[in-house]
């Protein structure tokens, strides 16, 4: 039987590499030409530091589960996953959209914030575990 958590995670964890590569490389270079900032590529980077963060959460999540049997580690598996579309989806489309002519994107400032909500409640559902648990 396939683990599906384990895919996302692990398909997660290659995207988060592969965009950190990017703006380390590619979205530096297009500094000088103006189509990108020194501070949209700081924060393009910081939506790949949280997003890698929350996927090695999300797999310590998941092998936490292994020894406990509770609706807080799904809840937190869910927050994280939502917490990386919402936050660091948001920031790489927010950071990186003057690069495509899509300044239309800016809709998702909002959005950014929201995702960080979802780490946090992620965090807290796993201090909820531990004040549940009975080990």
Known sequence: MKDKK??????????AVALGALGAHFL???IETGLITIDQVNGFDTGVKYHIYHTIAMLT???LSKNYSSKYL?????????GIVLFSGSLYFLCTRHLFHADWLSFLGPIT??????FI????FI???GVSSKK
């Open 74 to 82: 799904n809840w937190a598996y869910n927050c994280f996953l939502t």
């Open 113 to 118: 914030p929201i995702g960080g909500i979802f």
């Open 28 to 30: 530096k270079s297009k």
């Open 127 to 129: 201090a909820m575990l």
């Open 6 to 15: 384990l895919i996302t995670i692990g398909v997660l964890g290659s995207i």
């Open 61 to 63: 999540v998941l092998l």
């Open 121 to 124: 409640a992620g965090w807290l």
